[in-house]
């Protein structure tokens, strides 16, 4: 303990280590009074509540800080600089390789390896503490006097021993402890994970392949398949079998699962995170061991700037020369970018490939999963029901395999039918599950609902007004869709809006998201990106990420894969920008340097832009062939050939017609009367033809089309309405005439029944 005589007989007496404290008239009362509470302590919880350094030492450190008030608004430091001593208490752990350091009175404590970083290390953590202090309170610290060390002995039970050797067994697994978890985890603690076994039916093979790598060769292992088949379930299976009674003792080894982040999450300080590395080598080879990672091409990622200097990179010394044995599992592209990155790091390991499994041996899977859940959860799932969620699991999500695309889609039908208390589900239930998690209408997923053509245009022609070109195409796009006929390795269409401002372009692209996309998804199915804000080189990373950073379209597509995705005014994007797209557009999918894929095959591409708006001729009310080819002319000589041969429909919107505007103010002012203001005091809005005419005027610019046309209905209707509401004493249960003659006159007509 350290004692601080603060007044003639008045002692303070602190436990290092721990926050108990005592003030008493002298040493010998203060350290009394500590043993008999120690002791109690000791009883209660052992001797791992206790910290224990083999030869304590003390040393005073002065620290130079300059007090600051801590306000909300910030920082504001005093004028000069004070000298405050700290003292540290510091030695050798009583278990382990490290030593410890104690500044008791600040509350902090630190591991360090080598006695020559200490002095610096206790200033660094010194400051910090310091640093978050009021003045007052670092005053209060000056009028401390200089401690003395003193020693408290306790007695301890020889039949406390066993405690003692759990204690160092702790210690000697510290990091084994702290970054892994055993594995297999015991099997009540798997099916709370999840209700579905962790299992690698028709697979047998390659669990018996693996199993021989890591216990006769004593290998390091890669399996590598793509998202879906099956690599952690195998590699599961095969660890259970090692682990097992026929083998465990024979082999004896132990398994230890990681994610990489964990070497680096509590690194305080330059090269932590290597000896961290260093001890936990330490305890695997006490400890017979092998190391799971799970996210193994994040160790590419993790410690320093780039793969050189990464984890990964610290460890191939120790798997070249056995000391480490690793398992782990990647995709392809994952695989192909770590041999680019860090060649030498991937020439330890043994690779054991996962091909796409045939679709007999799928089905028997899906049967045995079928069977499993009627089993172990008494929930019955028909066979048509079963065969209805393989086939559109196979057109839809091509880009992921079986049978673990299968496993997790039916997994969240079984979780939902358990929360609502089903025992069987039919075709009808996974349709509505698929609807909800694609949004897709049930038109697209019913090959026995046929595409009515006629009402198909009337809702385009009722939502899109005066660009009957723009209806034609999406139109066809539906219809490819509906057939099945899409491309499955691109984005379903790939289109580029072009013409003046203000046209309903982004309006078109929004009732086509609502139309492909709208049916189940809570978020919107429209992905809007201003690529104004993407004009320079720098910016590219914003767009689709950098090293550990994930752009703005990287994150939104993995959040919503089925979604359009409207690329506003692309030409005012970086050159590098169309580079990166040329691979969405021409595969559907976007690989960054870890190998790591965004897909965007479920995706419709829109691109907007006013390229040639400026050269065309006068304002017409259609677009002549003429204004078409100066558009086409000004996009083709914009965009290199390579960009522009992957867009599939070019689409030209005419400027609008005054009975276009009209069109589109009525259709506007109908969406108004379903404002919650509205609704809630049962209005009915009515206008004159006056009020529409003088919104035509005023709402419509020939430069910027019908843009300012919302502004202009908050301006004449939605503030006067506002205002007579806000003066009536009863405007509830009536309808509102609203007309224009110089002025907006609003009347009330009579009281709805």
């Known amino acids: 303990m350290l004692c601080y005589e603060l007044q003639p007989q008045l002692v303070l007496g602190v436990v290092v280590g721990s926050n108990y404290q005592i003030i008493e008239k002298d040493k010998r009362s203060a350290r009394a009074a500590l043993t008999y509470y120690l002791q109690n302590q000791y009883r209660k919880d052992g001797l791992q509540a206790f910290g224990l350094l083999r030869v304590p030492k003390m040393k005073m450190v002065q620290i130079s800080i300059k007090p600051s008030y801590i306000e909300a608004q910030g920082y504001f430091p005093l004028s000069f600089t004070v000298q405050v001593p700290v003292a540290a208490v510091y030695g050798e752990a009583l278990f382990g390789n490290n030593y410890t350091c104690y500044l008791p009175i600040l509350e902090k404590y630190f591991h360090y390896y080598d006695n020559k970083q200490l002095d610096t290390l206790i200033r660094h953590f010194a400051t910090g503490a310091l640093n978050n202090m009021q003045p007052e309170a670092i005053f209060q610290l000056l009028r401390y006097p200089k401690p003395i060390l003193e020693i408290i002995e306790m007695k301890v039970k020889d039949t406390d021993r066993y405690d003692w050797y759990s204690f160092h067994q702790e210690q000697v697994r510290k990091n084994l402890n702290t970054l892994t978890e055993p594995f297999p985890l015991p099997r009540s603690v798997r099916k709370r994970l999840s209700a579905l076994p962790d299992v690698a039916w028709e697979q047998e093979e390659k669990v018996q392949e693996i199993m021989e790598k890591i216990m006769g060769a004593r290998a390091n292992v890669l399996v590598v398949g793509n998202s879906g088949s099956g690599k952690s379930a195998i590699l599961g299976q095969a660890i259970r ?52 990672i799970e996210d193994i091409i994040q160790l590419l990622q993790t410690g320093g700037w780039g793969a050189e200097d990464s984890v990964a990179a610290f460890m191939i010394t120790f798997l070249q020369q056995g000391k480490l044995q690793i398992i782990g599992e990647v995709t392809p592209q994952e695989l ?125 022609e009722q939502h899109i007004i005066g660009q009957p070109e723009a209806i034609r195409h999406l139109m066809r796009i539906v219809k490819i869709y509906k057939a099945g006929l899409n491309n499955p390795n691109k984005p379903i269409a790939t289109m580029l809006f072009a013409g003046p401002t203000g046209v309903g372009k982004t309006a078109c692209a929004k009732v086509l998201a609502d139309y492909f996309f709208g049916k189940g998804q809570k978020q919107s199915p429209l992905i809007r990106i201003d690529m104004s804000e993407f004009q320079y080189p720098g910016q590219i990373s914003r767009l689709i990420g950098q090293g550990r950073e994930v752009g703005q379209l990287v994150k939104d597509l993995r959040e919503r894969p089925f979604a359009v995705l409207l690329l506003d005014e692309i030409e005012k994007a970086d050159p590098s920008v169309f580079d990166a797209l040329l691979t969405v557009l021409d595969e559907g999918a976007l690989v960054d340097a870890y190998g790591r894929i965004t897909n965007f095959r479920n995706t419709i591409i829109i691109m907007t832009s006013n390229l040639g708006a400026s050269n065309r001729p006068a304002l017409g009310f259609n677009p002549t062939d003429n204004e078409k080819a100066i558009y086409q002319s000004a996009i083709e000589n914009y965009f290199r050939p390579e960009f522009f041969n992957r867009i599939d429909h070019l689409v030209f919107f005419a400027p609008l017609t005054a009975e276009a505007i009209q069109r589109i103010i009525r259709k506007e002012l109908n969406d108004l009367r379903q404002r919650e203001g509205f609704v809630k005091r049962h209005l009915h809005l009515n206008f004159s033809e006056a009020l529409i005419e003088h919104i035509v005027h005023a709402g419509f610019d020939q430069r910027y089309g019908a843009r300012p046309l919302q502004r202009a209905i908050e301006q004449l209707i939605i503030h006067p309405v506002a205002q007579w509401l806000l003066s009536q004493a009863n405007p509830d249960n009536c309808s509102i005439y609203i007309d224009y003659d110089n002025t907006v006159k609003i009347t009330k007509l009579n009281e709805n029944d």
């Open 336 to 460: 192909e970018s770590m041999r680019r990155l860090l060649p030498s790091f991937v020439a330890c390991f043994q690779i054991v490939p996962l091909e796409e499994l045939p679709e007999p041996k799928i089905q028997r899977i899906l049967d045995k999963l079928s069977a499993y859940i009627e089993k172990n959860m008494a929930i019955v799932l028909e066979k048509e029901a079963l065969m209805l969620a393989y086939r559109l699991l196979a057109r839809y999500y091509p880009y992921k395999s079986f049978p673990g695309k299968a496993i997790t889609f039916l997994g969240t039908c079984i979780s939902e039918a358990k929360m609502h208390g089903q025992s069987q589900m039919d075709r009808a239930t996974v349709l509505q599950h698929f609807v909800t998690q694609t949004g897709l209408p049930e038109l697209f997923l019913r090959d026995d609902l046929l595409l009515d053509q006629t009402e198909l245009q009337a809702h385009f």
């Open 241 to 292: 079998k090692i682990t097992g009674p026929m083998l465990s003792r024979r082999i004896g080894l132990t398994f230890w699962r990681m994610l990489s982040q964990r070497i680096t999450a509590n690194a305080k300080y330059l090269g932590e995170w290597e000896q961290t590395v260093e001890e936990l080598i330490e305890e695997l080879t006490a400890a017979n061991g092998v190391l799971w």
